[in-house]
Nanobody, 116 residues
Framework: QVQVVESGGGLVQAGGSLRLSCVARSTLSISTMGWYRQIPGKQRELVAFITRSGNANYAESMKQRFGISRDNAKNTVILQMNSLGPEDTAVYYC???????????WGQGTQVTVSS
C-alpha cells in the first residue's frame, strides 16, 4: 500500500507564492507523482505531474506559474506555486502511482487559500 501525505497549504495574499510538499510512504516503487486541485463547485483538475525520470507536464493555464519537482530517493514531490491569485484557491491533492499495479493513490488534500 501507499500512504500519500501533503503539507504546505495555507493562506497567502494574491501575488504571493506557496510551496506544497508531498511524500509517498511505501515499500513499493513509485512511478509518476502529481498534483490535482479542486476548486469549490468545480471538478477536480490536473495541475501537474512528473515521471520518475523527471519529465514534467502541466495544465496549460498553470505552466507559466507553477513548477513541479521530485526527489526519487525520498519519494517526495514539490509543487512551487508563484503569482497566485484568488482563482487558485482550492484543495490541492497529491497523487502517487506504483509500478507494480499502476494504481494511483491520493492524499487527503491540503487547502490553499489566496486572498485578494
Amino acid at each position: 500500500q501507499v500512504q500519500v501525505v501533503e503539507s504546505g497549504g495555507g493562506l497567502v495574499q494574491a501575488g504571493g507564492s506557496l510551496r506544497l510538499s508531498c511524500v509517498a510512504r511505501s515499500t513499493l516503487s513509485i512511478s509518476t507523482m502529481g498534483w490535482y486541485r479542486q476548486i469549490p463547485g468545480k471538478q477536480r483538475e490536473l495541475v501537474a505531474f512528473i515521471t520518475r525520470s523527471g519529465n514534467a507536464n502541466y495544465a496549460e493555464s498553470m505552466k507559466q506559474r507553477f513548477g513541479i519537482s521530485r526527489d526519487n530517493a525520498k519519494n517526495t514531490v514539490i509543487l512551487q506555486m508563484n503569482s497566485l491569485g484568488p482563482e487558485d484557491t482550492a484543495v490541492y491533492y497529491c497523487t502517487a502511482q506504483t509500478y507494480s499495479s499502476g494504481s494511483t493513490y491520493w492524499g487527503q488534500g491540503t487547502q490553499v487559500t489566496v486572498s485578494s
